[in-house]
Each structure stands twice: as structure tokens, then as C-alpha cells.
């Protein structure tokens, strides 16, 4: 595993857990969308992995 695919890989958790913790609680958004109610666990967490699944799929389908 090259220094690129870490990196992508890092870069994946992060955005991941990122979307998770948005959806989740809703005082980390924009002003703008702090309105909104909390999305629940079951759909922030499929969103999430589902996030990370569509990324890794485009690493492996692009590695040389």
C-alpha cells in the first residue's frame, strides 16, 4: 500500500465521520441549517458508511 492510498484512506475516515457527526447534531451546522432536527443513529450512520463504501469502491476501481 503506497503513501497516495494512506492518504485516501485517511481522507475517507475523516470525510466520514465528518457526515456522520453533521447529520447527528445539528448545532455543528451553518447557521443557516442549524434549524433542522437531527437526523437518527440508523440513517447517519448508513449515510456515513455509505459514503466511505463509494469512495473505496472508486480507489480500488482506479489503483494501478
Request: with cysteine; hydrophobic share 60%; charged share 10%.
Amino acid at each position: 500500500m503506497n503513501a497516495a492510498r494512506v492518504l485516501v484512506l485517511a481522507v475517507m475516515v475523516v470525510a466520514s465521520v465528518v457526515v456522520y457527526l453533521l447529520m447527528r447534531h445539528p448545532g455543528l451546522r451553518r447557521p443557516q441549517f442549524q434549524g433542522g432536527r437531527a437526523f437518527s443513529v440508523s440513517v447517519s450512520l448508513a449515510c456515513a458508511v455509505g459514503l466511505f463504501v463509494v469512495f473505496a469502491t472508486l480507489t480500488w476501481l482506479l489503483q494501478e
